[in-house]
């Protein structure tokens, strides 16, 4: 019995030129691109072969923060489902869109108690005039039926988590307990707690366990953010460089002190 291995991409399988480690800068390639083509992600050769490996080992299931159009510019040929947009979009291997989960993100979305549009508002109160953010609302085009809005990105011009966490601690306490703020590196995410690459992992795993109920499923991820979709996977897997590892080896000086 083979088992699946949901994993995130960025930073999991490959990342940007500036995260590759010096003594790995040989013998890249390229992963993703940028909307206008140009090369965004590379794997290094240690990637690429666990890719490959993975690849031999089960079914991949990528779980990723990326929307539908930005995950089409990763260059791995899938053979599976995908979860995207943070886990707003379950997509099928054929690449359609999954309409029973839409269907249930969709009705879950119309029940919450402040929609995103209006915690856009306050984000934008909060900064007020300060200088150097960038801030969107992320949402999915959906063919034939209305954008899927989904939660809120700022980025800042210094490039630094620090320059962020104050705004994110602001945000949290304007939003409260309905709402997750995730922030790592240049970019905080404000997220709807409905959203999460957890609950879509939930309805994936619903499928392949009444399919395939003894087959194990491996998580792998690198933030914060996949911690809940990994708790719902039999065994968890992480880059030994990224948010997650920063946080056990914290656990170790803890106990150390
Ligand atoms: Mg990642």
Known sequence: MKPFIL?????????TRRKVPEDQSEGLT????????????????????????????????????????????????????????HGGLVVAADGQIDRDWLAQVRAVQSASALDVTSAYALLEAEIGEAAGYRHWIVDEPIEGESPLTLYIVVKHEAREEA???????????????????????????IMPRWLGKRS???????????????????????????????????????????QIAESIRQVELDAAA
């Open 7 to 15: 994993t995130d991409l960025d930073d999991c399988l490959f990342g």
């Open 200 to 242: 879509a992992v939930r309805f994936l795993l619903d499928r392949i366990r009444t399919d395939h109920p003894h087959a194990p499923v491996i998580g792998m991820g690198d933030s914060h953010s996949d911690i809940g979709f990994l708790s719902e996977c039999d065994y968890m897997m992480t880059p030994s460089r990224g």
């Open 30 to 85: 390229l992963a993703s691109r940028l909307i206008d083509g140009s090369p965004s992600g590379y794997f290094t050769r240690r990637q690429k072969h666990m890719l490959e490996s993975l690849f031999e080992l089960g079914t991949v299931i990528p779980v990723t923060a990326r929307s539908l159009d930005a995950f089409r510019r990763v260059d791995i040929a899938w053979r599976a489902e995908a979860v995207c947009a």
């Open 163 to 189: 320059a962020l966490a104050p705004l994110g601690r602001a945000m949290r306490a304007a939003l409260g307990d309905g709402w997750a703020i995730h922030l790592n590196g240049n970019n905080l995410a």
